[in-house]
Nanobody, 124 residues
Framework: QVQLVESGGGLVQAGGSLRLSCAAS????????MGWFRQAPGKEREFVTA????????HYTDSVKGRFTISRDNAKNTVYLQMNSLKPEDTAVYYC?????????????????WGQGTQVTVSS
């Protein structure tokens, strides 16, 4: 069992930055590939980015490439999402998720554990 707790969300102006964190419980964190998803009001949950168990492989959806960076610290059981040059269309609840698949998992249905989400609001 893995429990995930996100933090770091908030309100930011367009062009600003935020860093999300996702702290995981359990001693097997390093065996999970991790991902970030987001869900805007009235829209389906969408894939944002994922990282492999070792952190050496990453994948991003096109709309965030060059602006967002995913990383992980297995010693701290934490995955991060650095978000720069934020746009109003990035406004959503952001969720982290853990998968026993991999090394990179894109489909939400292939993730085994989810956090409760953290709100990110970008004002124009």
């Amino acid at each position: 069992q893995v429990q995930l707790v996100e933090s770091g969300g908030g309100l930011v102006q367009a062009g600003g930055s935020l860093r999300l964190s996702c702290a995981a419980s359990g001693r097997t964190f390093s065996s999970y590939s991790m991902g970030w998803f987001r869900q805007a009001p009235g829209k389906e949950r969408e894939f944002v980015t994922a990282i492999s168990w070792s952190g050496t492989i990453t994948h991003y959806t096109d709309s965030v490439k060059g602006r967002f960076t995913i990383s992980r610290d297995n010693a701290k059981n934490t995955v991060y999402l650095q978000m720069n040059s934020l746009k109003p269309e990035d406004t959503a609840v952001y969720y982290c998720a853990a998968s026993q698949g991999g090394p990179i998992v894109v489909l939400a249905t292939e993730y085994d554990y989810w956090g409760q989400g953290t709100q990110v609001t970008v004002s124009s």
